[in-house]
């Protein structure tokens, strides 16, 4: 499976924007996927993942709150709507996807996951 993330740009402290990644070559329908991000000169980050249903997800304590993963199998597209953005929320983002025989599971780790998008840039200004 291949996927595109899009959606990223400006945005002003305290504003929304929202990511998404569309798959290609396949469905998502099996796939738990994930949003990672990585700021400059900063490790690669889990921000949050959703099971391959979208039943269960979960959150980075620094994103808990103000975002949400949500996922739709049927347009094979995952989104990361982003509310009340900090400074520090500015990074490249990823997102990712892995194969799951079970659902309910989501996988927080950036070696979990198989397939990679090419990341979206978040800028947050002042």
């Known amino acids: 499976v291949q996927l595109q993330a899009s959606g990223g740009g400006l945005v002003q402290a305290g504003g929304s924007l929202r990511v998404s990644c569309a798959a290609s070559?396949?469905?998502?329908?099996?796939?738990?996927m994930g949003w990672f991000r990585q700021a400059p000169g900063k490790e690669r980050e889990f921000v949050a993942a959703?099971?391959?249903?979208?039943?269960?997800?979960a959150y980075s304590d620094s994103v808990k709150g103000r975002f949400t993963i949500s996922k739709d199998n049927v347009k094979t597209t995952v989104y990361l709507q982003m509310n009340s953005l900090k400074l520090e929320d500015a990074a490249v983002y990823y997102c990712?996807?892995?194969?799951?025989?079970?659902?309910?599971?989501?996988?927080?780790?950036?070696?979990?996951?198989?397939?990679w998008g090419q990341g979206t840039q978040v800028t947050v200004s002042s």
């Open positions: 990712a996807a892995r194969g799951s025989l079970f659902d309910g599971t989501y996988y927080l780790r950036v070696s979990d996951y198989s397939y």
């Open positions: 070559g396949g469905t998502l329908s099996r796939y738990a």
């Open positions: 959703i099971s391959w249903s979208g039943g269960s997800t």
